[in-house]
């Protein structure tokens, strides 16, 4: 009897959460979780992984991950699906966690940060070039809102810029943006843990050398402490979280999903409020209504355009207008049929997606 009950239970809880990823809000909330997670890696950097090895925290946050998931599924790629993993693991993982690294290194956190918030609008150009996505002036005013926010939420007085470091921080948000849309356009057939491992397994092999060459072996001496860091960033901040992620890109549009983002640096913030006790102004409170703002107005759907009644057109009704956004591949919110961050700045209120 209780086996039965509990088996009742287990698939009500399974028939619950596949009910929530089926709609559209909820499946907005439950990708949200990928950013939110990642806004908690700097506290999880700053006091429990050793100091200064953000490049090995990387490798070793995406590659046990991605040999799990490959282990899991038993799915490796087929045909041009060993050059597509390999392109959108360097994308998304082992070219955006390097030059992350090096943004933290010679930037503060928060100018990094305001950096990266310029991906928005980076995913929205580049969607609308490759997918046909429509670029709206509520999405481009949603970007240029979101970096302000941004920039109110983490950037401080007389912070210093560094060439190298603005550039890097912004070739990390052009490659995860790049990652983010040829996500959408490379649908894969295999299940979805599958390429979500695939691509933590490329980035993690592309890192590797580079970690290695730039920091050396990893420390001898792992503590208890580390050990419990590096699980969390293995298991909830890259299996878990770019599963979400992954999910999201495949339900939404690249745009809506790219927004989401700006969640990272608002939980970082909060997180250092509350954890770690650092000030929170009302400067910073109001960038994070503001990037709150702009990403719930970059969710929501455009309005349904009539078809006006004529000749052609007697009797047509909503079968009739649906039947064109069907022809187009679009929904009413621009969305495509759905397909079968890294280190964080030094600062604590640094939080980048990824």
Known sequence: MIRHGSSLVNLLAVSYFVLVLRNRIGIILVTALAPAVWGTTYLVTTELLPPGRPLLAGVVRALPAGLLLVLLTRRLPKGIWWLRALVLGALNIGAFFALL???????????????????????????????????????????????????????????RLDGIGVAAALGGAVVMAAGVVLSKRWVSPAPLLATTGWQLV????????????????????LTARNLLGYGYLTIVGAAVAYALWFRGIRALTPTSVTFLGLLSPVVATLVGWLALGQDLTPAQGLGGAIVLGALVTAQLRRPERRVAAGPDHAGAGPDHVGAGRAATGTGAAGERPSGGAGTVARSGAGGLVG
């Open 202 to 221: 490329a980035g993690g092999l592309l890192l590797l050398p580079v970690a290695l060459l730039v920091e050396g072996p990893p420390p001898a001496g």
């Open 101 to 159: 690294f090096v943004a933290a290194y010679r930037l503060p956190g928060g100018v990094a940060a305001t950096v990266g918030a310029v991906q928005p609008l980076l995913v929205a150009g580049l969607a609308a070039g490759l997918l046909g996505e429509r670029l709206t002036l509520r999405t481009v005013l949603s970007a240029v809102a979101g970096v302000a926010g941004v920039s109110l939420l983490v950037l401080r007085a007389g912070a």
